[in-house]
């Protein structure tokens, strides 16, 4: 009988587990993860075009079209023909949008505390780290970040609420 056991299915389950918990956050606010995660990155890219958000994503143009078109219908994101480019359309976040943000970044905190309060704020934090290195050593790098600079000192995603280690401030909202 075989008893080993993937390390990446564990991880995989965890992350199940988390997202399904944000998932059920975010949706008090109307949300869903990736749309979060796309207003979080507009919000840090000021504007992009949809062909830069789903290279950002790895998700396939037509993909992010999709969700596009729900963040615009939902007033989150405006679309506008490109300054110098008139064939071009970019993205933006549209003051409902920007107004939504402390929401998502509250919901991200109580996220991040509840890993805290599981598995102990020390352990977060390696987690955290070695999540990072994982994701990094991969290819991998926060949307709406410039992947060469990308790294601890640029993985801020509340903003000055958010510890150089990596682990959010307790109180702050």
């Known amino acids: 009988m075989d008893t080993y056991t993937s390390q990446m299915h564990l991880l995989l389950h965890a992350a199940d587990l988390i997202e399904d ?20 990155a507009l919000d840090r890219m000021g504007s992009a075009s949809q062909a830069d958000l789903a290279r950002a994503f790895d998700i396939t143009p037509a993909s992010m079209s999709t969700m596009t078109a729900r963040l615009i219908e939902a007033g989150l994101i405006s679309r506008e ?4 480019e008139a064939r ?3 993205l933006r976040l549209s003051a409902h949008g920007r107004g939504l943000l402390s929401e998502i970044h509250a ?5 991040d505390l509840l890993i805290d309060d599981t598995i102990g704020a020390e352990n977060a934090r390696t987690l955290a780290a070695l999540t990072r290195s994982l994701r ?8 709406g970040r410039d992947p060469v600079t990308s790294g601890p000192a640029s993985d801020k995603p509340y ?3 958010w510890n150089p280690d990596g682990s959010p401030e307790r109180g702050t909202s």
């Open 21 to 40: 918990r944000l998932r059920q956050s975010l949706s008090a606010i109307g949300m869903r993860p990736r749309q979060a995660r796309i207003l979080d």
């Open 81 to 84: 023909v490109h300054p110098s």
């Open 88 to 90: 071009s359309n970019v």
């Open 107 to 111: 919901v991200w905190r109580d996220v």
């Open 136 to 143: 990094d050593g991969l290819g991998g790098y926060a949307p």
């Open 159 to 161: 903003g000055d609420n």
